[in-house]
Nanobody, 123 residues
Framework: QVQLVESGGGLVQSGGSLRLSCAAS????????MGWFRQAPGKEREFVAA????????YYADSVKGRFTISRDNAKNTVYLQMNSLKPEDTAVYYC????????????????WGQGTQVTVSS
């Protein structure tokens, strides 16, 4: 069982930056691949980024490639999402998720989810 708690969301102006954190419970964090997803009002939840258990491989949605960076610190049981050059269309609730085996862009393949953190980008 893995419990995930996101933090770091908030209100930022267009062009600004935020860093989201996702703290995981349990001693097996390093065996899980991790992903970030987001859900804007009135829209379905969508994939943002994913990282392998070791941190050696990462994968991004085209909409955030070059602006967002996913990373992890297995010693701290934490995964991060550094978001730069934020745009109003990045406004959403951001969720982190964990799954065994390889990373994925498909939310149905993730076993554990956090409660989400709100990111609002003003124009």
């Amino acid at each position: 069982q893995v419990q995930l708690v996101e933090s770091g969301g908030g209100l930022v102006q267009s062009g600004g930056s935020l860093r989201l954190s996702c703290a995981a419970s349990g001693r097996t964090f390093s065996t899980y691949s991790m992903g970030w997803f987001r859900q804007a009002p009135g829209k379905e939840r969508e994939f943002v980024a994913a990282i392998s258990w070791s941190g050696g491989s990462t994968y991004y949605a085209d909409s955030v490639k070059g602006r967002f960076t996913i990373s992890r610190d297995n010693a701290k049981n934490t995964v991060y999402l550094q978001m730069n050059s934020l745009k109003p269309e990045d406004t959403a609730v951001y969720y982190c998720a964990a799954r065994m085996y390889g990373y994925s862009r498909y939310e149905y393949e993730y076993n554990y989810w956090g409660q989400g953190t709100q990111v609002t980008v003003s124009s």
